[in-house]
């Protein structure tokens, strides 16, 4: 049982390239959340999805787009990496449970570096 | 959409003393309310949560209190060691029914340290 898993951890890219990130998790989860961690920020979220098929806008949604084509993967794009989204990004997920509530799994995180 | 905001960013206590950290929720329909720890280079874990139809929770050394009318909740740490130094997160989630249905949204964190 591997949990929440992230593809890569690490990744260096030149400005303008795109580039995917993979979130899996085995737990059959409903929920699923992109953040990205930067310092003094916290955690800001990217994009989320209640269930596959569906996805919905975050706080700081501009410059990524998501697909969840299937209920365990949670795949985030980067179509014309700027070095402002230099950060560390979380993949986390979550049952959805009957009041709405359920811990939150993270991956470990996947280190991008736009140059 | 929800605004979470979380105070103070650092909090810097000696062991044995007690820390608090405190947050404030924007969507009324929000009604459950985690608190995630990180420490330095690892990914955040829950330690404590709340629903909204509870007043406060109590886990050994840790507690949590909701105030619904105010739109406040807070972290309380008793007897704090100095494996408790780490950054911690509340957040809030909007629940079914409400436009933010699903959505996790977290406060800025706080750099707890505590020193022996």
């Known amino acids: 049982n591997a949990g929440v898993t992230q593809t890569p951890k690490f990744r260096v890219l030149k400005t303008g390239q795109s580039m995917t990130l993979l979130c899996a998790q085995d737990?059959?989860?409903?929920?699923m959340y992109w953040y990205r961690q930067d310092p003094g920020m916290g955690l800001r979220l990217i994009h989320y999805s209640v269930g596959e098929g569906t996805t919905a806008k975050g706080e700081v949604p501009d410059g990524y787009n998501v697909s969840r084509l299937k209920k365990q993967n949670f795949l985030l794009g980067l179509e014309s990496a700027a070095p402002s989204q230099t950060s560390v990004y979380f993949c986390a997920s979550r049952a959805s449970g009957g009041v709405n509530t359920g811990e939150l799994f993270f991956g470990e995180g996947s280190r991008l570096t736009v140059l | 959409g929800e605004n979470v905001e979380q105070h103070p960013s650092t909090l810097s206590v000696q062991e044995g003393d007690s820390a608090v950290i405190k947050c404030t929720y924007s969507d009324s329909a929000s009604n459950y309310f985690p608190w995630y720890k990180q420490e330095l280079g690892k990914r955040p874990q829950l330690i404590i949560d709340?629903?909204?139809?509870?007043g406060e929770k109590k886990d050994q050394r840790i507690a949590v209190t909701l105030n619904k009318t105010a739109k406040h909740f807070s972290l309380h740490i008793t007897e704090t060691q100095p494996e408790d130094s780490a950054v911690y997160f509340c957040?809030?989630?909007?629940?079914?029914?409400?436009?933010?249905?699903?959505?996790?949204?977290f406060g800025q964190g706080t750099i707890l340290t505590v020193h022996p």
């Open positions: 737990m059959n989860h409903e929920y």
């Open positions: 709340i629903r909204s139809n509870v």
């Open positions: 957040a809030a989630v909007g629940r079914a029914g409400g436009t933010s249905y699903g959505k996790l949204t």
